[in-house]
C-alpha cells in the first residue's frame, strides 16, 4: 500500500492517478473530502497531519509514504500554523512511517529554501542551508522539516528527499502562488511586475519525478526536481502570447513592492483574513538567486521533463475549462 499526504493537493493529485494507472494500491490523508473522480482506486483518510494518532491509523499497513502534505502558502493568518502543518505535521508523518516499519519515506521539500547569500546558481544537490538564510515562516518551517528528514536518514532511516521547483499545468483546484499569478496574467490583471528568477517544471513530470525517487533515490540525499530556468519577464510573455494578453511593461522597484507586500499582509491581517495581493516573503524572495542546474538530479532519476511551452499550453486550456479566465 501506498499512503499520499496531500493528495488531493496541486501535485498530489497528479501522483494519486499515476500510481492508480500503474495499478498499485493508494490511501491518501489529506483534510479534504474526495471529490468526484477521487475515489477510484483510492483508500481516502480525511484527516490532519497535526493530528499523530489520525497519522498512526493512516500509515498503517502502508509499505511506502508519499509526505506532500503541507501548507503551500507564503501567508497565513496565523503564522505558527507554518511550523504545525510543514514542520511539526512532517516530524509526525516521517516518526509514524518509520515506525510503522515502512520500506520508504519520501518527504517532499521546496525550491524556497535553497536560498543563500553564496548561491550565485548552479547546482543545489549539496547545498549546505543555514536557518539565518531561511525568508520568512514558511521557508524557516519547510528548512526545518528538511532537516527532520535528513536527520532520520543520517540515523538509518529510509528516508528520501526531493525538492520540486515551481510546478505548472492542469488541475491545479487550489490555485497555488504559481498557478494564482499565471491566472492573473492570461486575465491581463497584472498592470506591472517585479521581476525575479524561478525555475519551473511540468507538476505532472513532478508526480513522475516522485515515483522515480521512491525507486532510485538514495537516502539522505537532495534530489532536485526541476527543469526550466525562466525571468518572471519572460514568463509574462509566454502567458501573454499564448493567452492572447499583452503582458504588463511596467517594473515596479524592489523598495515599492515590499511596502505593498507590508500593507497588504496588514490588511489580511487585520481586515479581509483573505490571502493579501502581495506577500512579504515573496517579494524578499526576488533578490535571491532562483535559477538551478538539475541535470544531475534529472540523470540520477532518469526523468526528462517535457518542454514548458507545452506545460503552458494545456494549463491555459485547464484554466478555460475551469471559468478562469
Excluded at 538509518?156 to 497555488?176: E, H, K, M, Q, R
Excluded at 513530470?205 to 521512491?214: C, N, S, W
Aim: with cysteine.
Amino acid at each position: 500500500m501506498n499512503l499520499v499526504t496531500g493528495g488531493a493537493g496541486f501535485i498530489g493529485r497528479h501522483l494519486v492517478r499515476q500510481l492508480v494507472d500503474a495499478q498499485e494500491p493508494v490511501r491518501v490523508l489529506d483534510l479534504s473530502s474526495p471529490v468526484e473522480g477521487d475515489l477510484t482506486g483510492v483508500e481516502w483518510h480525511v484527516g490532519d497531519i497535526r493530528d499523530r494518532s489520525a497519522v498512526r491509523r493512516a500509515v498503517e499497513g502502508c509499505r511506502r509514504v508519499y509526505h506532500l502534505a503541507a501548507n503551500p502558502n507564503l501567508w497565513t493568518r496565523r503564522r505558527r500554523d507554518f511550523d504545525a502543518v510543514n514542520h511539526q505535521g512532517t516530524v509526525h508523518v516521517l516518526r509514524e512511517a518509520v515506525d510503522a516499519g515502512c520500506e520508504r519515506v519520501l518527504h517532499t521539500s521546496t525550491e524556497s529554501i535553497l536560498t543563500s547569500r553564496r548561491f550565485d546558481g548552479g547546482a543545489v544537490e549539496d547545498l549546505t542551508l543555514r536557518r539565518e538564510d531561511m525568508v520568512g515562516p514558511y521557508c524557516l518551517s519547510k528548512f526545518q522539516a528538511e532537516e527532520a528528514a535528513m536527520t532520520l536518514a543520517r540515523e538509518g532511516a529510509p528516508v528520501v528527499i526531493v525538492n520540486p521547483t515551481l510546478p505548472i499545468g492542469p488541475g491545479d483546484y487550489g490555485l497555488s502562488p504559481p498557478t494564482r499569478m499565471t491566472v492573473a496574467a492570461c486575465r491581463g490583471a497584472l498592470p506591472a511586475y517585479l521581476d525575479c528568477q524561478f525555475n519551473m517544471i511540468d507538476v505532472r513530470d513532478i508526480a513522475t519525478g516522485l515515483r522515480l525517487a521512491m525507486e532510485k533515490a538514495l537516502p539522505g540525499r537532495r534530489y532536485l526536481l526541476g527543469a526550466h530556468n525562466v525571468t518572471l519577464a519572460e514568463w509574462l510573455r509566454m502567458v501573454g502570447e499564448r493567452a492572447g494578453r499583452k503582458p504588463p511593461t511596467r517594473r515596479v522597484p524592489y523598495w515599492l513592492a515590499l511596502g505593498v507586500a507590508h500593507a497588504s499582509e496588514w490588511w489580511a491581517d487585520w481586515i479581509s483574513g483573505r490571502m493579501p495581493q502581495a506577500t512579504i516573503t515573496g517579494v524578499k524572495l526576488t533578490r535571491y538567486v532562483m535559477h538551478f542546474d538539475p541535470s544531475r538530479s534529472l540523470a540520477e532519476l532518469a526523468l526528462s521533463p517535457r518542454p514548458l511551452a507545452d506545460s503552458l499550453k494545456d494549463a491555459v486550456c485547464w484554466y478555460r475549462r475551469m471559468g478562469w479566465i
